[in-house]
C-alpha cells in the first residue's frame, strides 16, 4: 500500500485542539508518564503518554473536564463502550485498544482508554496544510478506510463519525480509522448529534430519525473523499461535480 507524508501531530479531531490560554491538567496515568494533550472534545481529553515498563509512547483518551449539565455517568459509559467494541475488533486500519486505566486522583470520571499512538496528524490536518489532494492521494486514504468500514460492517458494526479529525496516519503515512465512541451495533437506535455536521450530511434511504444503518458510514467515505480532492467539507447534496 503506498504511504505518504503528512505534517502535524494530534490523535484527536483538529477542531477539538485546546484553546489558548487554557493550561491543560496533567492526568495522573497508573504506569504511564504524561508527555502532551494531544486533543480535546466535550467531554475526553487525549494525552501522549510513554508506558514506563516499555518505554513506548501510546495515546490515551482520559474523561476530561466536562459542562454542568454533563452527566459523569455518561461520558463513562460512552469510554466503556469504546473499549468494548474495539476490544473484540482487529484491523490493520483500525487504531487499536489496548485497554483500560483508573487514572490516579481523578474526580470526574477516572478512566483512560490506552491506544496506539499515531504520529503522522489527521487527515483534517493534513488537506488544512496541503489543501486539496490529487486522486492517487485520494484513493491511497479511501481504499483501506473502505476496506476497515467494510470490516466493521461484517461484525455489526458502524462507526457513525467518518470525517477529516478521524482519520489519522502513522509515522509512515498508514491511514488509521479512530474514534469509535459514538460506533453502535447497526439496529441500535441513533443518538443525535452524531458525526461530523457536514461530513456525515443525509442520504436518501438514511433519514436523521432512522437507526443507524452501514449506508451513513458508506456516504461519509463519499463525503470524505469529496473534501479530499476539493479542500472544503460541504454536504455532497448541495454540490455539483469537484
Excluded at 30 to 51: I, K, N
Aim: net charge neutral; charged share 20%; with cysteine.
Amino acid at each position: 500500500m503506498e504511504t505518504f507524508s503528512t505534517c502535524g501531530s494530534a490523535q484527536d479531531r483538529e477542531r477539538d485542539m485546546p484553546s489558548q490560554g487554557i493550561e491543560p491538567s496533567e492526568p495522573v496515568i497508573p504506569g504511564f508518564v504524561a508527555v502532551r494533550e494531544l486533543g480535546r472534545g466535550g467531554r475526553t481529553t487525549v494525552w501522549l503518554a510513554t508506558e514506563q515498563r516499555s518505554g513506548k509512547s501510546f495515546a490515551v483518551k482520559c474523561l476530561g473536564r466536562k459542562p454542568e449539565t454533563a452527566d459523569p455517568r455518561d461520558a463513562k459509559s460512552s469510554l466503556l463502550r469504546e473499549v468494548r467494541l474495539l476490544s473484540r475488533l482487529d484491523h490493520e486500519h483500525l487504531v487499536k485498544v489496548h485497554g483500560v486505566v483508573e487514572l490516579a486522583e481523578s474526580v470526574d470520571g477516572g478512566l483512560g482508554v490506552v491506544m496506539d499512538y499515531a504520529p503522522g496528524g489527521s487527515l483534517g490536518q493534513l488537506v488544512s496544510s496541503r489543501g486539496s489532494l490529487g486522486v492517487g492521494e485520494t484513493v491511497t486514504i479511501l481504499t483501506p478506510l473502505a476496506q476497515a468500514l467494510a470490516y466493521l460492517h461484517c461484525q455489526g458494526v458502524t462507526h457513525s463519525d467518518v470525517s477529516p479529525g478521524n482519520v489519522l496516519f502513522t509515522a509512515q503515512g498508514k491511514p488509521l480509522l479512530s474514534d469509535m465512541g459514538i460506533s453502535r451495533m447497526v439496529g441500535t437506535p441513533r443518538g443525535s448529534g452524531l458525526g461530523h455536521p457536514r461530513i456525515r450530511g443525509s442520504c436518501s434511504g438514511c433519514p436523521g430519525t432512522a437507526e443507524l444503518e452501514p449506508q451513513r458510514d458508506t456516504y461519509a467515505l463519499a463525503a470524505l473523499g469529496w473534501y479530499c480532492l476539493t479542500g472544503s467539507a460541504r454536504t455532497l447534496r448541495h454540490a455539483g461535480r469537484p
